[in-house]
């Protein structure tokens, strides 16, 4: 196995020391760089009460490049693909090794406060949410209580 | 009577209080250079907050200040007979517990100098501060570990502290990928400077540094001797809960099936093998389905016809790599169908993620 690096060892520390409130991510039994991912649905967002599991594995040269990050909890939302794939720059031109898996899954955790149909990764939630906001909120909600709410 | 007699007092003990502060200002602009001084009035002309930028004292030498923060000091009606109240702004190099530090050192000093200036104080306070910890205190955003007494770091126009050879290989790697992306863009849209420009991994700023010499930096000390991670039985128990939180929601169909959403859009297109076998291929992994599929796929990637369309090869590795799974598909498929799914297990749990990883998980 080849050496994982300080800075996954102590990112995956820091993340167990001091959990971020709504988010958790814990390393895989047998990949310390691939980690299970649970996001709650922000308060006043129409994720609201959700759990939605994502999955974040970190390349070879991470941090120098991005992690790669996917829903695997459904979601209806106008920057996130049927493939759970998130439309976010951060993720892509805009990556930095200064953010951290922490500061990547409060970004993704706002993405839910905020989607941005003007961006879109799911044109048919997009076009919806653009024509006829309520009705598009009223599916992101039903959604997350059909597939993300664990009752 | 009395009304008016104490009305004619705090009129005039507000002129003294202006005069006063007026004063102050006046003595602090002939210390300080103009661009070190950032003053705003209210209304009346009277000056409510002072702004400066404080850096250690070194003498005229600027290069060796690795620390600096901006000293934002709110004067309220009445001062100085009514404690200014003192904030720190932007601070660089210096780790939390110093800038608490130095914030309740200045709201003492405060204290004390209550009905006198205090303004020149206080810049005197966190210049000593300063000096005294002229060593960013700080963790290197890259690395995330502390700076060492031997450690080569550098410090951006920006003031912001990198060990070298962390901001090297950020630089490095930030060219590389400038560099792959022009290449995907047609001509027209390429930048026609070809030039790169390296940015601040914290705030983005520009800055200019020589890769090369960066380079010959050793790696920081902290890393080197920092300790082994292991998995503890906190973090079992959340591998647990997540694992029962993914039964739960497979079993309401609440779980994306890529393989029923068109899998080819899924797969590794990647033209760069190393980085393609990284992915398929994770350090560790167990499991000898896994391996063996990884394995199959490796030499698809290392094939010299690597480049190919993303069409042909989307289709291409979509044979290869799912082809021995063949009857894994049968039976897993379509899991959007609710309770069909229930009772499967754990093993099937981490099979969906010895899939997934194999996975782009981000769009092209």
């Known amino acids: 196995m080849t050496a994982l690096p300080r800075r996954i060892i102590k990112e995956t520390q820091r993340l167990m020391q001091e959990p971020v409130p709504g988010i958790s991510a814990v390393p895989d039994d047998t990949n310390a760089r691939y980690f299970h991912v649970i996001v709650t649905g922000p308060e006043d967002s129409p994720f609201e009460g959700g759990l939605f599991k994502l999955e974040l594995f970190l390349p070879e040269d991470y941090p120098m490049s991005a992690p790669k990050v996917r829903f695997i909890t459904k979601i209806y939302h106008p920057n996130i693909d049927r493939l759970g794939r998130i439309c976010l720059d951060i993720l892509k031109d805009k990556w930095s090794p200064a953010l951290q898996i922490r500061t990547v899954l409060l970004s993704i955790q706002a993405l839910l406060s905020a989607p941005n149909p003007d961006d879109p990764l799911a044109n048919d939630v997009a076009e919806l949410w653009k024509v006829n906001e309520s009705e598009a909120i009223r599916n992101a909600k039903e959604w997350t209580r059909r597939f993300a709410m664990d009752n | 009577m009395l009304c008016r007699w104490n009305k004619l007092t705090v009129s005039m003990m507000k002129f003294l209080v202006t005069y006063r502060v007026t004063d102050e200002v006046e003595a602090l602009k002939a210390i300080l250079l103009d661009d070190e001084l950032n003053i705003k009035a209210n209304e009346r002309g009277e000056p409510e907050c002072i702004e400066t930028l404080v850096f250690p004292s070194t003498g005229e030498d600027s290069q060796s200040q690795y620390v600096c923060v901006r000293l934002v000091v709110q004067l309220p009606p009445g001062y100085p007979d009514v404690s200014p109240s003192v904030n720190l702004r932007n601070p660089r190099g210096l780790d939390e517990d110093t800038v608490k530090l130095i914030q309740s050192d200045a709201e003492a000093k405060c204290k004390d100098f209550v009905g006198q200036p205090v303004m020149f104080e206080l810049i005197e306070l966190v210049r000593e501060h300063l000096t005294h910890s002229n060593l960013p205190t700080g963790q290197c955003a890259v690395c995330l570990y502390g700076f060492r007494e031997g450690d080569e770091f550098t410090k951006t126009e920006c003031y912001h ?168 598909h049968n039976h897993h498929g379509h899991n959007n169908h609710g309770h069909r799914n229930r009772g499967r297990g754990r093993a099937n749990y981490r099979r969906h993620f010895d899939r997934m990883r194999q996975t782009e998980s981000t769009p092209r």
Request: glycine share 2%.
């Open chain 2, 161 to 328: 502290h990198f060990h070298s050879h962390c901001l090297a290989a950020h630089v490095a790697a930030a060219e590389r990928y400038y560099r792959e992306e022009q290449e995907k863009l047609p001509q027209w849209q390429q930048d026609s400077t070809n030039k790169f420009q390296a940015i601040c991994p914290v705030c983005r700023e520009s800055i200019n540094c020589d890769v090369e010499s960066l380079w010959s930096a050793p790696p920081p000390i902290d890393v080197e001797t920092a300790t082994d991670f292991s998995v503890t039985a906190e973090l079992r128990e959340l591998q647990r809960q997540m694992a029962a939180l993914f039964l739960r929601q497979q079993q309401r169909g609440g779980i994306i099936d890529p393989e029923a959403e068109g899998v080819k859009m899924l797969l590794r297109t990647e033209d760069d093998p190393a980085a393609a076998t990284e992915e398929v291929s994770p350090p560790g992994t167990s499991l000898n389905a896994f391996a063996n599929q990884a394995a199959h796929t490796f030499t698809q990637m290392q094939h010299p016809q690597a480049k190919q369309t993303a069409q042909q090869q989307s289709e291409q590795s979509n044979l290869n790599q799912y082809q021995p799974r063949q009857s894994h």
